[in-house]
């Protein structure tokens, strides 16, 4: 392969000696350098100054004169182009082919990718070469990941044929097990619909998630087969930048127990729910992994059909944010808020929870909740975040932190007071590991009331997947 790197021409100035100066040559030669600067200076008095600008000098600018894919790639070059950042008529920077590699390999659609330019047809213009080597079959790949509502969870099977189309197209499928839910799911994504306007987002799942009840303080795992198809069309650009719209068509088929069939009714029924959604999500954090400054929120309202569409009818309103800022020596404080509201119809699976260690940690999972869940939640979690050792490009590899959490749950008819929150105080460390992300240990330590009676039950011990927020 052979490269053709731009070159910067050396100019070189250089005097030639030849044999002894004479004093009389000499003092020629000064007596005429005197007369010069005399000169100038004249010139200087008298001459306009400069045009604002023209005494700087005027960096060459570089102009894509086209991008030339190389490899037999399947892959359009629309495509190419938008994650490269350049066109035919693009001006070339200096740290535009080192970001568009980047961008090209981030996708995961190659095995290789290089990039790089060489001279065009006319002086000031440059040909950026692109080559690609594609994937040729689907990719195995193994994930772990997390959910706040299904906790961790791991993929030991997972085929990922991104690309499939040369469009830029996104197709996987996922056998995943985890501590609340285990299933299927075949996700498609089309990144650019409607000419780039807009993304579409459509998973086909079939899964079973674990929903604890606790009654008179014992633990009851109400287990709830979900199948369904959910539809998300995310806008990209334009005066409706950063809005979403979803559709999801979902069957529930919950188990039956002794326990909790008396007290939950007609919620253990089989029922097929349609909601359909609108909301606003704004993303301004510096760092997706690690984020040290920014915000990031979304606000969603849902309204479950019922008739021919769904069995139940209910709506929904949910409200968060995240908050991050950047103290002294790479430390963080982070702050989530999380405020949601749901019609008393609708079912235990379709309410909220308190407790666990992506909520409340001083409590087992949803060991706050009272039973058929609640309709009502008020989160607020805050993080001082202590990052130390390695830093790699994800973020920290090890991170200490001290949290503090405030939150509450109501059922249909509660009215919300400040002496129904709870409170929970601890330390926890993060580690970054391989394939699975970070690691968490979490420890809660008991909070003392204004009573003045300490909460020992406060102690709670967390080992799981991801960060809180």
């Known amino acids: 392969m052979h490269r053709h790197p731009f070159r910067i021409p050396r100019f070189t100035l250089s005097a030639r000696h030849g044999g002894p100066v004479s004093p009389g040559s000499a003092t020629r030669a000064l007596a005429a350098l005197a007369l010069a600067a005399l000169a100038l200076a004249a010139l200087t008095l008298v001459w306009p100054g400069p ?114 189309w040369g469009r830029g197209h996104r197709l996987d499928w996922q056998w995943y097990v985890g501590s609340h839910a285990d299933g299927t799911k075949l996700h498609y994504q089309h990144p650019r619909l409607f000419g780039g306007a807009a993304s579409l987002d459509v998973d086909l799942f079939s899964e079973s998630r674990s929903f604890p009840q606790w009654v008179q303080g014992k633990r009851v795992r109400e287990r709830v087969d979900i199948g369904g198809l959910h539809f998300r069309l995310a806008v990209q650009r334009g005066r409706l930048h950063n809005m979403f719209a979803e559709v999801r068509m979902q069957t529930y088929e919950p188990g039956r127990s002794d326990e909790v069939e008396p007290l939950l009714g007609r919620d253990l029924d089989e029922a097929d729910v349609m909601v359909v959604c609108a909301g606003r999500r704004r993303d301004t954090r510096d760092h997706t992994g690690y984020p040290t400054r920014g915000f990031w929120g979304q606000v969603k309202v849902e309204q479950a059909l019922s008739g021919s569409a769904g069995d139940v009818a209910f709506a929904r309103l949910d409200a968060e944010g995240r908050w991050y800022r ?144």
Request: hydrophobic share 40%.
């Open 51 to 164: 045009a604002h600008g023209l005494d700087k000098p005027v960096a060459r600018q570089l102009v894509v004169e086209q991008i030339e894919l190389t490899g037999e790639p399947r892959t359009r070059l629309e495509v190419v182009e938008r994650y490269l950042g350049l066109a035919a008529g693009s001006t070339l920077l200096s740290a535009d082919l080192l970001t568009g590699r980047q961008r090209l390999e981030e996708t995961g659609f190659y095995k290789s990718v290089d990039v790089y330019a060489r001279p065009g047809s006319e002086k000031g213009l440059v040909v950026v070469v692109v080559e690609l080597e594609e994937h040729t079959q689907p990719q195995y790949r193994f994930q772990g990941g997390h959910g706040r509502l299904d906790g961790w969870f791991i993929v030991p099977v997972s085929f990922v044929y991104d690309n499939p």
């Open 326 to 469: 950047l103290l002294e020596n790479r430390n963080v404080a982070a702050v989530r808020l999380h405020a949601g509201l749901v019609t008393k119809d609708a079912p235990f699976y379709e309410r909220y929870y308190l407790g666990g260690p992506y909520s409340m940690r001083k409590f087992e999972r949803a060991e706050a909740t009272p039973v058929g869940w609640g309709t009502r939640t008020l989160q607020i979690q805050s993080e001082l975040r202590l990052p130390f050792g390695r830093e790699e490009a994800a973020g920290p590899v090890n991170t200490g932190v001290l949290f503090y959490d405030v939150g509450g749950i109501w059922l249909p008819g509660e009215v919300p007071l400040p002496a129904d929150l709870e409170h929970d105080m601890g330390v926890g460390y993060r580690r970054r590991v391989p394939v699975l992300g970070v690691l968490r240990l979490d420890l809660s330590l008991p909070v003392v009331p204004t009573d003045g009676d300490t909460d020992w039950d406060g102690f709670h011990l967390w080992l799981t997947l991801g960060r809180t927020f």
